[in-house]
């Protein structure tokens, strides 16, 4: 009769104990991914980053404004949001209403949300040189991510902010034209 209370239990047992690892899992920071990026060049033309979302390197002159964008943003212009410490979050474009809005109330000022094709993950955030991949909008790590990162502390130009740039989410400037 012992051995099959034993074995009934064992089961509950190891569910509470991955039940624990899982949330240990969403109160830790040890999934971010970090890289050196040195490259700060203002170009012109599309650049092939080798993070998906993009984490900083050579970038467009415009940066785009800060803000919640319900298209893709060209990433051109958000990586030169990044080189001002702006936090970008991308998100799965098939993202309910409701978890985009959880999101847009938790961007910080110097923020910038957009939907993203082909992320790795139901949403990621992003600074320059640092990125986490979240199981979606109510993922504990993003608080924890944004106290971390959120100050811009990673950026080559702390303290500059994403007002001011462009509306556009192609990266236009208003009165240049399509190829500005």
């Not at 994403?162 to 509306?167: A, K, L, R, S």
Request: glycine share 12%; net charge negative; hydrophobic share 40%.
């Amino acid at each position: 009769m012992l051995v099959l209370g034993a074995a009934l239990a064992a089961p509950l047992v190891d569910r509470a104990l991955r039940g624990e690892e899982q949330v240990q899992r969403a109160l830790d920071l040890s999934l971010v991914e970090t890289w050196e990026i040195t490259d700060r060049l203002h170009t012109d033309g599309d650049v092939t980053y080798p993070q998906d979302p993009p984490a900083g390197g050579a970038h467009a002159p415009v940066w785009l404004a800060c803000g919640v964008y319900d298209e893709p943003v060209r990433e051109e212009n958000a990586v030169h949001d990044l080189e001002h410490g702006t936090v970008w979050i991308t998100h799965d474009p098939d993202l309910s209403a409701d978890d985009v809005e959880e999101l847009a109330a938790q961007l910080p000022d110097n923020g910038i949300l957009s939907p993203r094709e082909g992320l790795p993950s139901p949403v990621v955030v992003t600074v320059w040189g640092a990125q986490l991949q979240l199981d979606g909008a109510h993922d504990a790590r993003l608080g924890l991510f944004l106290e971390e990162y959120g100050d811009g502390h990673t950026a080559p130009e702390l303290g500059v902010t994403c007002h001011g740039g462009t509306p556009d989410p192609q990266g236009r400037v208003p009165g240049e034209g399509v190829d500005a």
